[in-house]
């Protein structure tokens, strides 16, 4: 496990001036990408989480790849510490350039 001193290297995102809402709702469309953005905002928005933190039983590969998409879409930001990958919603910058679009995240309900 990372020790909290090691630093952390920030993998590539769009900026925020570059963030494109149908890059977002893509990466949106997939129902668990938008319950892991949904349990960051409700459960977790100011702390970087690893994806054992969602307690999913995808296989790991399958969580990188739902995490890379969401990354580059420019909904999470991702940090590398050492084999480790923590992601957070980039809530500052969505909120800026998408208005209310978290909010109605937040209030989603996932079917059952």
């Given at each position: 496990m990372s020790s909290a001193t090691e630093a952390a290297t920030h993998l590539p995102e769009p900026?925020?001036?570059d963030l494109r809402l149908e890059h977002i709702m893509a990466a949106l469309s997939d129902p668990l990408r938008l319950t892991m953005v949904r349990k960051l905002l409700l459960?977790?928005?100011?702390t970087d989480?690893?994806?054992g933190w969602f307690?999913?039983?995808r296989p790991?590969?399958?969580l990188t790849h739902h995490f890379r998409v969401l990354r580059e879409a420019g909904v999470t930001r991702q940090q590398q510490y050492g084999l480790?990958?923590?992601s957070r919603v980039r809530v500052e910058d969505l909120d800026a350039r998408f208005p209310g679009l978290l909010n109605l995240i937040r209030a989603w309900?996932?079917?059952d």
């Open positions: 900026a925020r001036a459960e977790s928005p100011d989480r690893s994806c307690g999913s039983d790991k590969s399958t480790e990958r923590r309900t996932p079917a």
